[in-house]
């Protein structure tokens, strides 16, 4: 039974409404707190932002997802401090519901100054195209740089979509957006105490997928779309993909494999050849730590040269941001399934959910390649004098020897060579097998995270 607490008039003409039910045309229960804005940009007072705190509270206690739906232009300049404290309770509020509840915002028009940084704090964003988000107006920024700006180009929801990786999802309206919700919501449990939901569909576990043996180009540096061979496998070829304009060189997103909830993390040759830099580790680490939060199981789908090089990349923090991935793959305590499918060098295969860093069962392709490098580089530094008419003969040699899985099998760094066509069926009895896996956590206060 649905239950609804309304907050009329708060903060000079804004009213929050928080309700208890299934979101429209859904059948499981969050708690929704909205935001109402007769203006656009209203400010928002301290009645307002305990109103949303009380939600996230009651989402906590309910151990219900909640979903905010949210428009301001931030604490009323005509109001004390009592304004900037209600938005600090909102912030403690929805950060205590990390990680034990799913969290999704909804942003459908103008949220400025510091009740825009709450999305920082959810699992997930939706941004409509009315969407208006920034810290710093156009005005501070103008002042402090010299560079006027418009605020589309500052805070609107392409720059969201595309640079910042604030939004997760984009719809046209907030009716999209509440559809766009739900889809996400079904891949996930109430609770971090829950199973994500089991939903079996007609699309056969021992289906076999021929079309995979051609996936992948003979040529090493030819391209291909990852997504092809995801929605291959996945039950109806569907694919929820999250976050498909930011750090596009790894895909994320939700897929159903014999009926269990999967999330899957891509390397995607067809933008910058599927290497990893900054965007793309934060992105990954993001999309990991929700599924471990929530028990979904994680395949990991592996086609990369490694790090993307670059004196900019070292000194804003590679190594930092890098090491983001590396520890949310260490600590997630999901199923893990790792599949190699060609490239995997380097520190980026050790980044990539390898069998040294905890992984359950990794699967590889005949096609998959795991080295330290590629074998012209190989050649270049254990043959740098050789002779240029040897140096096809070397390449070919470590081709033979080393870019290949099966020496890495005979290790038991992989635990299966298979045949592309079997892959749906070899993946969903894998997950099948680790649907008991229970690990038991270390106890401590909390992971010291390279932010």
Not at 5 to 13: L, N, Q, S, T
Not at 98 to 108: I, N
Request: aromatic share 6%.
């Amino acid at each position: 039974m649905a239950a609804r607490r309304a907050f009329p008039d708060v903060g000079k003409g804004v009213a929050v409404s928080v309700r208890c039910g299934p979101l429209d045309g859904g059948q499981r229960p969050v708690v929704t707190a909205t935001v109402h804005e007769p203006e656009p940009g209203q400010a928002l007072g301290a009645e307002a932002a305990t109103a949303l705190a009380d939600a996230a509270e009651r989402a906590l206690t309910l151990r219900l997802p909640l979903v905010l739906t949210m428009a301001s232009s931030g604490p009323s300049p005509e109001e004390d401090v009592s304004a900037l404290d209600g938005w600090g309770r909102v912030a403690r509020a929805v950060a205590r519901c990390s990680g034990m509840v799913p969290v999704v915002a909804v942003v459908g028009g103008p949220l400025l100054s510091g009740p825009a940084l709450l999305l920082g704090l959810v699992d997930a964003v939706v941004m409509t195209s009315a969407a208006l988000v920034y810290v710093s107006g156009p005005a501070a920024v103008a002042q402090v740089t010299g560079v006027p700006v418009q605020p589309e180009q500052l805070g609107g929801y392409r720059v969201h979509s595309a640079r910042s990786g604030v939004a997760t999802l984009v719809a046209a309206d907030l009716a999209g957006a509440t559809e766009l919700v739900a889809q996400l919501l079904s891949f996930l449990p109430l609770h971090c105490d829950q199973l994500p939901p089991f939903l079996l569909s007609g699309d056969p576990a021992s289906r076999p997928t021929p079309e995979l043996r051609d996936a992948v180009p003979t040529r090493a540096s030819g391209s291909y779309d990852v997504r092809t061979l995801v929605t291959s496998v996945a039950d109806d070829g569907r694919l929820f993909e999250l976050r498909t304009g930011w750090a596009p060189q790894l895909v994320t997103g939700f897929v159903r494999l014999g009926g269990y909830s999967v999330g899957v993390l891509a390397n995607q040759p067809q933008s910058m050849s599927g290497t990893l830099d900054i965007a793309a580790s934060q992105k990954g680490a993001s999309f990991v730590g929700l599924c471990d939060a929530f028990n979904v199981p994680l395949l990991t789908i592996v086609d990369t040269s490694g790090f993307m090089p670059g004196r900019d990349l070292e000194w804003r923090g590679i190594i930092r941001h890098g090491a983001e991935l590396v520890f949310a793959y260490a600590e997630a305590t999901v199923p893990r399934v790792s599949l190699i499918v060609r490239k995997a060098y380097g520190g980026a295969y050790i980044v990539m959910d390898s069998k040294g860093m905890g992984n359950d069962i990794c699967i590889a392709w005949p096609s998959a390649e795991l080295a330290v490098m590629g074998a012209e580089g190989a050649v270049s530094i254990v043959h740098r004098r050789a002779a240029p008419e040897d140096r096809a003969r070397l390449v070919e040699d470590y081709e033979r020897t080393f870019l290949n899985p099966y020496v890495a099998a005979e290790r038991g760094y992989v635990d299966m060579v298979i045949d592309p066509a079997e892959t749906r069926k070899v993946l969903i009895g894998c997950f099948r097998a680790l649907s008991t896996k229970r690990e038991r956590l270390v106890s401590r206060k909390h992971g010291n995270s390279p932010l």
